[in-house]
Structure formats: structure tokens, C-alpha cells
């Protein structure tokens, strides 16, 4: 009889109790990692992990003369961002067929499309033939490009990468090896 | 009467369980040892109650009066630990170099930093809760010594800092 009336005192003290470790446990909200390796034996290696919810308000500490309002300004040097989105607004029409091929005696650099992702591959020539490879999803940049004039909009493309999910960008190059991307896992497992 | 005496005497130590729970922390430990034969051994215990008394009682002067740019970034910063403290327990970030290693690891209530090097070791706990009160209280206006009296009470007990450099070892415990 104790043991009964007992009972739902009891229940009503777990289910306070364990409450909110049960919604924290359940969250599935992405998250970001990042990871930089070196690649010589016993080289240096930055693994990054934070939850993607943290992105927004981080840009929001950044200082005014950086980021105004989550927005860069680019020096894209001799060619205005403007004239690169209006470039990227036609380009990202067609299917999956190189953009850009540009071969000179320094490099041999590569855009094109494939599928949802941007793909970069730019190759040095001579020397060690470093090899550095972007993948970088479609929707990203269409976010980042979402600004206006020589503005790239990174709130937006902090927003578009709430949707996202796997790869955002992998850099590979003879000395290291830099990924990011996009999971529901805590820890990046590497 | 043996149960009323035990009620009586349980009283008081419920109350101050509850005083210290309300409270927060009462006593700051700073220890020292230097390393060595003839190193030195300091103990400085820091009462916080008369800390926070002492800030109770200061004159309603804005803390951060000078530094305008601590209430500009507060707000972010306040959200950004927010999500921190709502997120599970991780390793946010992990440097390894040959001689050097750095980890930032969300856990509990708690960001803790550890940096360890071919020497020396420093251990950091950094409380969300009292960080984010203190931010909060930024963004909303001023920081008095009464707004950081009372956020005084969510730092949890524990060790805050340990530093341990050779033989030299410092650590800030509270009680």
C-alpha cells in the first residue's frame, strides 16, 4: 500500500530529475566540425567540434570593422565580387561541366560542378606539384553570394548550413589535410 | 523524543545545506607550493561571503564603464554559452603538437581547458552558468558590485585553476 502511493511521487521525482537529461540526450541540432592534420609523422593536428547553434552568435562577436551586420566585405582585387556573383548566378545553371579551366606555367586550376557540390582543384605545377581540392555544396555558396555589392553574406550561409549535412569542404594538399563538415555527432571521430 | 531530538538536530545542518546551495560557495582556497627544498607553501583562505558583503555594499559604479566594447559583444557571447550549456558534453577542441597539447572540452555546467606541455600543466574550469550570469547582467545594462555579488553565488565548488609548472603548483579550489 506505501509502496503504491508511493509510487507516483516517486515517477513525478524521476521525470523532474531526469527531464531535461532526456532533452539534451535527444537533441539531434548539427554540428561542425573541423579537422587540420599534418600529414609528416608526428605532425600537429586541430580538431574542432561546437554545436552549429553557437555559429550565429559567434559572428555576432566579431568586430564591427571585420564583419558588419554578418556580412564581409571581399577585395576580390582586379575583378569585383559583383561581377564573380553575376558570373556564379549563370555558371550554377548549367549541369555538371567544368566552369573555369585555366592552365598556365604556375598552375593548373579546375571549377566545376558536380552534382550539389562546387568542385575546385587547383594544381601547382613544378616544384612539390601541390595539389589543393575545395568541395564546397552549391547551396553554400549561393548563401555566401546572397549578400549585396562586394559583400559575402556569412549569416546566411551560417543558416544555409543548418540544413546541411556531410562534407562542406576538404582541402587536400601534399603537407596536410584540412576537412570540415557537417554531422549530428558531438565528437568528430576521427 | 528520541525522533524529535533527531528532527531538531537534523534542522540545522538542512538549513545550512540549503544556505550553502542557495548561497553558492563560501570559502575561495588559493594554494601555492613552490617547488624545491627550500620552497615556500602559501594557503590563503578567500571567504566569500565577505567578498560578496563587500561588493553588496560598494558604491553603484558601472564595472565596466571604460570598456564599452564588453557590452557590445556580451549579448552574443551570453547566447553563444547558452548553447554551449544546452549542448551534450564534448570535446569542443582538441590541438596536438609535438611538445604541446591543448583541450577544450565542454562538461557538465562547465567549459574545461587543459593545456599540457613537456613541463608544465595548467587545468581551467569555467563555470557556464556564472559566465553567462555575468555577461547577462553586462548586456542589461551596468555591472555593479551588487549584480557581480549575486552572481558570485552561481560559481560551483570545485577546482577553478590548477597550475602546475615543474616542481611549482598553484591551484584555486572553492569550498
Not at chain 1, 562577436?61 to 564573380?84: E, F, Q
Not at chain 1, 606539384?129 to 550561409?157: C, K, S, Y
Request: proline residues 6%.
Amino acid at each position: 500500500m506505501i509502496a503504491r502511493t508511493r509510487f507516483p511521487v516517486v515517477l513525478a521525482l524521476a521525470s523532474c530529475l531526469a527531464g531535461p537529461a532526456v532533452a539534451q540526450a535527444g537533441r539531434d541540432d548539427p554540428w561542425i566540425h573541423i579537422s587540420v592534420h599534418e600529414r609528416q609523422a608526428g605532425g600537429s593536428s586541430v580538431e574542432i567540434n561546437v554545436p552549429l547553434s553557437v555559429a550565429e552568435p559567434a559572428l555576432a562577436l566579431a568586430p564591427d570593422s571585420a564583419l558588419a551586420r554578418g556580412r564581409v566585405r571581399l577585395d576580390a582585387g582586379d575583378v569585383s565580387l559583383a561581377k564573380i556573383r553575376r558570373l556564379w548566378m549563370e555558371l550554377r545553371e548549367t549541369g555538371d561541366a567544368p566552369f573555369v579551366t585555366a592552365r598556365d606555367s604556375v598552375s593548373d586550376v579546375t571549377v566545376a560542378r558536380a552534382g550539389n557540390l562546387l568542385d575546385v582543384r587547383v594544381t601547382e605545377m613544378g616544384g612539390d606539384g601541390e595539389t589543393v581540392r575545395l568541395r564546397v555544396p552549391v547551396a553554400l555558396v549561393d548563401a555566401l553570394f546572397a549578400g549585396q555589392e562586394d559583400h559575402l553574406d556569412l549569416v546566411a550561409a551560417v543558416k544555409q548550413l543548418q540544413t546541411t549535412r556531410g562534407e562542406v569542404l576538404t582541402v587536400e594538399g601534399p603537407d596536410s589535410h584540412v576537412r570540415i563538415w557537417i554531422d549530428e555527432q558531438p565528437s568528430s571521430g576521427t | 523524543m528520541i525522533l524529535k531530538l533527531l528532527a531538531l538536530g537534523t534542522l540545522p545542518v538542512g538549513l545550512l545545506t540549503a544556505a550553502a546551495a542557495v548561497f553558492g560557495p563560501t570559502v575561495a582556497v588559493i594554494e601555492v607550493n613552490e617547488g624545491g627544498e627550500d620552497g615556500h607553501r602559501f594557503v590563503v583562505p578567500l571567504p566569500l561571503p565577505v567578498v560578496r558583503g563587500t561588493l553588496l555594499v560598494s558604491p553603484a559604479k558601472d564595472l565596466l564603464a571604460e570598456n564599452p566594447d564588453w557590452k557590445r559583444v556580451a549579448p552574443a557571447a551570453g547566447r553563444l554559452l547558452e548553447e554551449l550549456w544546452k549542448a551534450p558534453d564534448a570535446v569542443l577542441v582538441r590541438v596536438s603538437e609535438p611538445d604541446e597539447s591543448v583541450t577544450i572540452r565542454k562538461q557538465g555546467g562547465t567549459i574545461r581547458i587543459d593545456v599540457t606541455g613537456e613541463s608544465e600543466r595548467v587545468r581551467v574550469r569555467v563555470p557556464i552558468a556564472f559566465v553567462e550570469d555575468v555577461l547577462r547582467r553586462v548586456g542589461d545594462g551596468n555591472l555593479t558590485g551588487r549584480e557581480l555579488a549575486i552572481s558570485l553565488g552561481r560559481l560551483p565548488r570545485g577546482q577553478l585553476v590548477e597550475v602546475l609548472d615543474g616542481t611549482d603548483h598553484v591551484s584555486v579550489r572553492l569550498y
